[in-house]
């Protein structure tokens, strides 16, 4: 649902709210209301971190230029490096496996592969102490 209202806020502008309610009412089941309420904080917090989460992504990429990602890969990585940074609660393999996931579903034959080497390569930084968080220099 993140995704979705991520991908609608991007295209079509308006306000995260909008563009999450949006998303949550062409599912087929309606989601509960506090998977909304996590799915608009997660939300936010993505559109607040974009350019930082964008930086952690150019930095990790090797011999490529972020104008390569696929929009739903960059989509799908910012909102699982501010999950990693944001979510307390959420533990960090789990944001990697989820955008794993949500990539072999919505993106393309090569994206969970490059997802994960993203995330991991993040989540390395992470336990080697060497990650800068939003706001770290």
């Given amino acids: 649902m993140a995704l979705c209202g991520l991908y609608g806020y991007r295209i079509g502008g308006g306000t995260a709210a909008a563009a999450l309610n949006f998303a949550a009412s062409e599912l087929n089941d309606p989601p509960l209301e506090e998977a909304k309420d996590y799915g608009l904080k997660l939300l936010k917090e993505t559109i607040r971190l974009a350019e930082w989460a964008d930086g952690v992504i150019i930095d990790k990429l090797l011999n490529w230029e972020l104008s390569r990602v696929t929009f739903l890969d960059k989509l799908i990585?910012?909102?699982?490096?501010?999950?990693?940074?944001?979510?307390?609660?959420?533990?960090?393999?789990?944001?990697?496996?989820?955008?794993?996931?949500?990539?072999?579903?919505?993106?393309?034959?090569?994206?969970?592969?490059f997802v994960n080497g993203i995330l991991d390569a993040v989540y390395h930084d992470i336990l080697n102490g060497t990650f800068k968080g939003p706001g770290e220099t």
């Avoid at 699982?80 to 990697?96: G, R």
Wanted: net charge negative.
């Fill in 77 to 113: 990585l910012e909102l699982a490096l501010t999950e990693m940074v944001s979510m307390d609660d959420v533990p960090e393999k789990v944001s990697i496996s989820e955008a794993i996931e949500i990539a072999k579903i919505y993106s393309t034959q090569e994206s969970p592969g």
